[in-house]
Nanobody
Framework: QVQLVESGGGLVQPGGSLRLSCVAS????????MNWYRQAPGKEREWVAN???????NYEDSVKGRFTISRDNAKNTVLLQMNSLKPEDTAVYYC?????????WGKGTLVTVSS
């Protein structure tokens, strides 16, 4: 079965950096686009970034130039490097894949940006 396991969240000061990881299993990882989403307290879940099987990337406007998504197909892992973090980046970050028309989510990892 498809499994997505996120890690790397934590508490960081404004301006700091974190790197999130999502380890995937149960599907041919290298063939699928992968997404990162986030959900801030009291808000709806929103898309953050994606990377397709060829390594092409897209970003939500508020994270462009600060976040970088990448993938390591040998390790079935998608990464999200987050720099210049702001308090408004505080959220639970989720990894996502759509396989056979089914959307799968990990359990998320909490990122808190605060001084």
């Amino acid at each position: 079965q498809v499994q997505l396991v996120e890690s790397g969240g934590g508490l960081v000061q404004p301006g700091g950096s974190l790197r999130l990881s999502c380890v995937a299993s149960g599907f041919p990882f290298s063939l699928y686009a992968m997404n990162w989403y986030r959900q801030a307290p009291g808000k709806e879940r929103e898309w953050v970034a994606n990377i397709n099987s060829r390594g092409n990337t897209n970003y939500e406007d508020s994270v462009k130039g600060r976040f970088t998504i990448s993938r390591d197909n040998a390790k079935n892992t998608v990464l999200l490097q987050m720099n210049s973090l702001k308090p408004e980046d505080t959220a639970v970050y989720y990894c996502n894949v759509v396989s056979s028309y089914i959307t799968y989510w990990g359990k998320g990892t909490l990122v808190t940006v605060s001084s």
